[in-house]
């Protein structure tokens, strides 16, 4: 198996428990928006513990980027990744993932799942494509949510923000359930993009099928 030792650039906080990784990108390395790698923290109780992570840049650019969520309840990799500065060293590997864009139409992210898409989100803005897709992103609270002001500028009214522990009249609130989509999407006959807690995952693709989606159509990592 492919291993790089890169060296963390920066560390940004984009949210109370998430942050921004930048880190050294080895020659050739390439990927696609959506894609993912196994990263470890070269230390010597953590260079065996690897954790699946999603590139947040593009391809394009002369670094890699991650986006993180900590869990701070337990002694576990990303609370250790908490910890990093700049100087710090990880170990990426070999790329994979199963989420990849197939086209127009419907992102539905749970908390820290929103990673795939926003690579995804990136390119598509950037090359003008994004017009015919709609977010909706669910997060306990509003201070849960990553890169609100980012999905906005490219999104604009078609990122959506539902919350599921805080009632607030510019959010929409409650779970994404059967009843959820079935107010909410328009257009069955698009493709839908899933990704948030294997439950989450599992109920939404579910419902969907119920609701007329065709089961090709519905892409989330397997």
């Known amino acids: ?12 906080n984009v949210t109370h428990d998430v942050r921004c990784y930048q ?7 390439q990927f696609v928006p959506g894609q993912a790698t196994d990263v470890c923290i070269n230390k010597e109780k953590w260079k065996e513990e690897k954790r699946p992570f999603t590139f947040t840049g593009l391809n394009e650019y002369p670094y890699l ?11 576990g990799v990303t609370n250790e990744l908490y910890k990093l500065k700049a100087g710090d060293e990880m170990i990426i590997h070999d790329v994979w993932g199963a989420i990849s864009y197939k086209g127009p139409g419907y992102f539905i992210a749970g908390g820290a799942g929103i ?7 990136r390119q598509l803005f950037r090359d003008g494509a994004l017009e015919r897709n709609e ?6 609270t509003s201070g849960d949510i990553i890169h609100k002001e980012e999905f906005d500028k490219m999104l604009g009214g078609k990122a959506h923000y539902v919350l ?22 328009k257009d ?5 993009y899933i990704c948030g807690p294997d439950k989450m995952t599992e ?10 989606a065709n089961p090709e159509t519905v892409v989330f990592e397997k």
């Open 115 to 121: 990673t795939p898409f926003i690579a995804i989100f």
């Open 188 to 192: 069955f006959s698009k493709a839908f």
């Open 203 to 212: 109920a939404i693709s579910n419902a969907l099928r119920e609701l007329g």
């Open 65 to 75: 980027e991650f986006t993180i969520k900590s869990y701070h309840d337990h002694e």
């Open 135 to 140: 977010l909706f992103f669910s997060n306990k």
């Open 164 to 185: 599921t522990k805080e009632h607030t009249p510019s959010f929409l609130s409650g779970p994404i359930d059967k009843a959820f989509l079935e107010t909410e999407i």
């Open 23 to 29: 880190v050294e990108k080895p020659d050739g390395y």
């Open 1 to 12: 198996m492919e291993s790089h030792i890169v060296k963390i650039l920066s560390v940004q």
